[in-house]
T-cell receptor, first 114, second 111 residues
């Protein structure tokens, strides 16, 4: 069964600290993996997209990694800010009989405190 | 910038009412989606549409219907709202490059 598992479920860190969020998937075939940031009460916004051949991709203080062999991805946030408080959702794209399908993780809720 | 708008940010309805949630995108995307998001369950696909007047059931279509009369507009309909349909509803559209663009969401409460 295609699944995306994220850990931890929630995380609290102090402003200025770094953190890493994990995403493990059992999705096949694999097309790409995206990380989304979702602020409270808002829709998700894309942070990064990674294809099979990409190992690392950065977007400002956000760095995503992908290990296609172990089917793991991580999102590293450097020098966290209060505005990083949000849910982070890992989404893997696959292909099925109906076409393109997105498999969503349940998200990690990050709280950055001062 | 792609823009996906939803008709309401917050909505309160009573059990049994017919509810319309509207979604409009301005990038001429063919693919549009309706999800609901609940704590601990993540996003779940209700319905999607690949073209005008075309619709496909997602993972949890029961209790919902959709309408796509124009390419830019995708409506979600709750024929007879129930309390278990209290949720955050997210509309999304997807272009040829594959990236999903989400609307701001509608927080629906059914009393």
């Amino acid at each position: 069964k295609n699944q995306v598992e994220q850990s931890p479920q929630s995380l609290i860190i102090l402003e200025g600290k770094n953190c890493t969020l994990q995403c493990n998937y059992t999705v096949s075939p694999f097309s790409n993996l995206r990380w989304y940031k979702q602020d409270t009460g808002r829709g998700p916004v894309s942070l990064t997209i990674m294809t099979f051949s990409e190992n690392t991709k950065s977007n400002g203080r956000y760095t995503a990694t992908l290990d296609a062999d172990t089917k793991q991805s991580s999102l590293h946030i450097t020098a966290s800010q209060l505005s990083d408080s949000a849910s982070y959702i890992c989404v893997v794209t696959t292909q099925n009989q109906a076409g393109t399908a997105l498999i969503f993780g349940k998200g990690t809720t990050l709280s950055v405190s001062s | 910038d792609v823009k996906v708008t939803q008709s309401s940010r917050y909505l309160v309805k009573r059990t049994g009412e017919k509810v319309f949630l509207e979604c409009v995108q301005d990038m001429d995307h063919e693919n549009m989606f309706w999800y609901r998001q609940d704590p601990g369950l993540g996003l779940r696909l209700i319905y999607f549409s690949y073209d005008v007047k075309m619709k496909e059931k997602g993972d949890i279509p029961e209790g919902y219907s959709v309408s796509r009369e124009k390419k830019e507009r995708f409506s979600l309909i709750l024929e007879s709202a129930s309390t278990n349909q209290t949720s955050m509803y997210l509309c999304a559209s997807r272009g040829l490059a594959g990236e999903m663009f989400f609307g701001p969401g509608t927080r629906l409460t059914v009393l």
